[in-house]
Structures are given as C-alpha cells and as structure tokens.
C-alpha cells in the first residue's frame, strides 16, 4: 500500500494520557505505525489544564501539515500544542486543551442533537470533556484538509467513544476525510456483562436503549453508536467483541484488528531465565518481610502466581480465581505435595496507605539483614587471619569470631520482629475495608494466610511500580519474577496482561471469553503446548469452570524445576505471534479498505 500520498490522524482519550489498556495499545503501535507511515503519521490526545505530560516534547518546527493545520487552531484562540511523544518510535503528538470548548458547549451539544440525535441532556463530567475535545479535534481535521495545509488525502483513525464525536460531524459537513473507528469494548456489554449471569447466551434478546436508560449511560451509548455507523470501516479487537457489537452498536465490524505489543521491549534473548531468577529473589525478600516474621517455609519449594488488572470483580476473574485458590489449597493440603504457592492479587483500589504493620516487618528484617552483613564480614575477617595463624589447621568455631555486641543485637532484632500474628492479606488500609469484594470473599473461605494454608494471599491493592517501598520493582519485573499470570476474565474484549506475562517469558491462564483467548483458540491451536492454559467458561457453569481452573493449578504445582524451565522456553519463543510486526498488518487491511474506495 502507498502511504506517500496519504497522510494519517490516529485519535484516543490515552495518547499521552494512561488511564487502562488502550494507553497500552497506541503506546506499544507507535513503532510499527512510524515505521510504516513515516512523517504522515500522526497523534492526537487531550491534554489537561497543567498537566503537561512529561512524556511530551514540543517541537518548534511547524514546516508540514500537522504543524500548519496547529498554527491555523492557535490563530482561533485555541491551546494546540504539536511535539514528540517520548515512547519506542516517537511518533509525532498534537495535545490539545479542550477547557475554552466549554465556553460554547451548549452549542455544540446542540448540533449533536439535532444533526445526530445524541442525548447528552444528563450531566457527566467525562462526556462533556469527550464533547469538548470531539470539537477541537473536528477542528483540526477540517483545517488539516483544507486547501493550502496539505495536498495529501486525509485519514482519521479514532478509538473508543471518548473521541467518537467528530465522525457523524465530519460524514455530515462532507469534509474529504476518510475515517475508522476501533471500539475496544462495548459500553453496554461491559455493564451487562457484570450485571447480567449468561451475559453471551441473553445477548441475541438485549434492547440496547432499554439498558442503556438502566445503567444511566444513554449519552455514551449514543456517541458510540454514532460513531461506529458513520464510520468508513468499523473494526473492533476480537471476534467475541465483533458478535457485541453487532447487536449493542448496530454494525458488524469490517475488520477484526487484534492487540499486539512491541515486543522488542520484552526480549531478553538468553537472559530471560537469568532476570526471572534476579526477579524472584525480590519477590522473595518481600516474601520473607511478608510472613517469614510469624512463620517460614522453603522459598526454594514455593510458586509465585499472581493476578492483576482494573478492579471488575467478576468480569476480569477475581471470583473464580479466588475460589480456584481455595480449592488448590484444599487438594496440596490432602495430597500433602511439598510446595507452597502465593498468590498476588494486584489491582487498583481506594486506601489510605501501605499497613504500617506491613511497612515495619519489612523494616526489621532489612535491620535483620544488616545485622547479619555485618557479622558476616567480621567473621570473614577473622576467619582468614585466624586459619593463616592457625598451628593446628583445625576448624575454629564461628562463633568466637562474633563479637557479644552484634550478637545480642541481632537476639534483639529478632525478638522484635518474630511474632504470633498472622501475615496481613491485605498489605493497605482500604477506604471501604468492610464492603471490598475480594477481602469479603477471602474471609468467607477462611483463607487468611494460616501457617497450615499450602496457598497464602497478598492482597496488594495498587499498583506495582518501582517507588512502592515494598516490592521497588517495575510492575514488568514483578511478572517476570512471577512462576504463573491467571486471567480467566468473564468479559475481556481483549486483555493485555496474559500477552505481557507471554512477552516476558512467563506461562498464563486465559479464559474462551476473553479476546485474547479467542485469538490463541483461532490461531494458536496447541495453547497449553505454548504454556497457554486455556479454561474453557463459555457454556460451562460456574462451578465446573471453577474445578476445572482449581485442576489446571494443581497440574502446573506439580511439575518439576525442569519442566517448568522447559515451559518458559516455549513461551518466550511463542511471544513472536503477539508482535506489532505480525499483527500490524490486520490494521493496515482496515486502512486498504477505505483507501480502495477513493
């Protein structure tokens, strides 16, 4: 395809701008999407009144399109800021400050109406900022295509409802754009998902406005709706997301564009077994500050699985997962299998602060640790002098080479660390401890980290980064420690983190209703073979998927240290398939679509 006469407009909420995973998306297409299109390539983001975003680097160079089209906003009055988005490829980023929109929001929410009939009658903060950004980014586009800014055929690519605005806008003014719209998920089928048992077998028999009305989000509804019929092509991330969108937005996509990463970002060549060791052994010393302070086991028996995301109870799996654990501890307890497992639980919920009893166990025991360093080096010193003196060429006790201070140091050290206390489940204050779903679950099972639990719990609702004094580890480095990711999501358009933990070497569970594990099912047809574990949820009940899951666990608790390093093999050889390199190209077949029609 000749992209030298074309010129294209990528448009989303995230660019420059993470909130979840379609951050993730743009981010890791940058490179691809340069390498492909060169200097015609685009991005627009919003940005917030100051909060320039680090990652942004302006440019004082206006001398193209994108630069002209900026100068001609700035005459308005507009803020249009044009620069460098500081990621793998450094593609080329337009933010713009949406707040003076407000000044005439009425009126464009008025032509909405009555060109598009999009309701936006009840207040939300969120889609009024999305109207005001949809304005400017309309804006832009018809000064980017008029004549004078450029000779090049004008594409725009937007994603999600949040930017969806400006394509019935641009289909009614006839402008010479040709636009996709890529919706990632559903607004209805993401609330329906987590209200409605059988979400997949009710959906044929859904009344979109009926529910849209229920759950309060009409004027979202409605933008997505617009957007995804008066679009040129319409594409969305999965085949399960495809069969939603016919029924919720009233179009089958035209093209299924699955989500890759830029996996040159994860490869390690040779190391990845070398830095998954460096890894585990800080989740160990976190481990070791965790619960080591009531009771130990052998870390060099002991598994680390974990489960992360946004917090959607059901619909990202916490229920199953939690109940899957349960029954794993119950089958180790009865096989008596001399292994332990840990399940993290990650995800982003409201807290005060890390526990402060969490934060003075892992205190005490680097005060441990530097006790320890200490008598180490003085008993290595002495050690060495003694045997060179030594007549005899006997071994000299240790212990006489400590001096009684850092021995009593040490007694007291231990003395203030070691107690009765259980290990914490949960490693924050919660805001609302008492009605958070996962701890309430976990009580109910009686899963509270017992010295006789073959499966311990570390509830750490936030997320892993490398200034979090308990882990210091970027949340990638924490999956690689990692011995298993588990995400088997009830609704899951597409799922990104078990193509991280691919990426970084380390097998996962996926779930048939997740996008993701749609796309393995389709095309890589041997998936656990791939150290994918594929548990199938779709017209299975709860139940026999929990058992199901429960048995997966317990299958993986038992392999040996070979099989396992076998494993990590095969899935960091497998983590090709999921490239941007690969996958870009379903993309580039929306883009041929609309360019076949000029």
Not at 261 to 287: C, D, G, M, P
Not at 307 to 320: A, H, L, M, P, V
Not at 402 to 421: C, F, G, I, P, Q
Request: charged share 25%; hydrophobic share 35%; proline share 4%.
């Amino acid at each position: 395809m000749d992209v030298h006469k074309k010129i294209l407009v990528e448009v989303a909420w995230e660019v420059c701008n993470q909130v979840g995973g379609i951050y993730t998306v743009i981010r890791s297409k940058a490179p691809s999407m340069v390498e492909l299109w060169g200097d015609n390539y685009c991005l627009i983001g919003p940005l917030f009144p100051n909060k320039m975003p680090a990652e942004f680097e302006p440019t004082d160079n206006y001398n193209d399109a994108f630069g002209r089209a900026v100068l001609k906003m700035q005459k308005l009055g507009l803020e249009v800021h044009y620069g460098t988005w500081l990621v793998s490829g450094k593609p080329k980023v337009i933010l713009m400050n949406f707040s003076k929109v407000y000044e005439r929001l009425n009126e464009v929410k008025y032509f909405l109406w009555s060109n598009h009939q999009i309701d936006t009658k009840q207040y939300d903060e969120l889609v009024d900022q999305t109207i005001a950004l949809g304005e400017m980014v309309r804006i832009f586009l018809e000064k980017l295509s008029e004549p004078g800014t450029t000779t090049k055929k004008v594409h725009a690519h937007f994603h999600e409802w949040m930017v969806g605005t400006p394509i019935p806008q641009i289909k009614k003014q006839k402008l010479p754009i040709k636009t996709v719209f890529t919706t990632h998920a559903t607004q209805l089928g993401r609330y329906l998902a987590m209200d409605v048992p059988d979400f997949y077998d009710i959906l044929p028999k859904v009344d979109w406005l009926k529910e849209a009305n229920r759950f309060g989000v009409l004027s979202k509804v409605l933008i997505e709706r617009a957007a995804s019929q008066d679009a040129d092509i319409f594409t969305t991330v999965s085949d399960i997301t495809a069969q939603e969108c016919e029924i919720l937005v009233g179009r089958k996509p035209e093209v299924i564009t699955p989500n890759g990463l830029n996996i040159e970002r994860f490869v390690a060549l040779h190391e990845f077994q070398n830095l998954h060791l460096e890894y585990k052994q800080k989740i160990n010393q976190f481990v070791m500050g965790h619960f080591f302070h009531s009771y130990s086991f052998d870390l060099e028996k002991t598994l680390y699985f974990f489960t992360s995301g946004r917090f959607e109870y059901t619909n990202k799996g916490f229920d199953i997962t939690i109940d899957a654990i349960n029954s794993l501890n119950k089958k180790m307890q009865k096989s008596g299998i001399d292994m332990t497992v840990v399940l993290f639980i990650v995800t982003n919920r409201p807290t005060y602060s890390i526990n402060s009893k969490a934060l003075q166990s892992r205190a005490i025991m680097e005060e441990v640790r530097d006790t320890c360093t200490a008598i180490r080096k003085q008993v290595g010193e002495r050690l060495f002098y003694s045997s060179a003196y030594n007549p005899d060429q006997k071994m000299p006790s240790l212990n006489d080479f400590v001096d009684e201070y850092w021995k009593l140091r040490l007694r007291r050290t231990l003395m203030s660390w070691k107690n009765d206390e259980l290990p914490y489940v949960v490693t924050h204050d919660l805001v609302d401890q008492e009605h958070d779903a996962i701890l309430n679950h976990l009580k109910s099972l009686k899963l509270a980290n017992d010295k006789n639990d073959k499966v311990k719990i570390v509830y750490h609702p936030d997320f892993i980064s490398s200034t979090n004094p308990l882990f210091g580890m970027e949340y990638h480095q924490f999956v690689r420690g990692c011995h298993l990711g588990i995400f088997p999501s009830y609704y899951e358009p597409w799922g990104y983190t078990p193509l991280e933990c691919i990426a970084s070497g380390i097998p996962t569970v996926t779930s048939d209703l997740s996008g993701f594990g749609d796309y393995v099912q389709n095309y890589l047809p041997y998936e656990e073979a791939n150290g994918i574990y594929m548990l199938k949820r779709r017209h299975n009940d709860y139940a026999k998927s929990t058992e199901t899951l429960a048995n997966m666990l317990f299958s993986f608790v038992q392999l040996t240290r070979r099989e396992r390093i076998t494993q990590r093999n095969v899935v960091e050889n497998s983590a090709e398939n999921f490239s941007w390199n690969y996958l870009i190209k379903y993309y580039m077949d929306a883009y041929k679509m609309i360019l076949e029609d000029e």
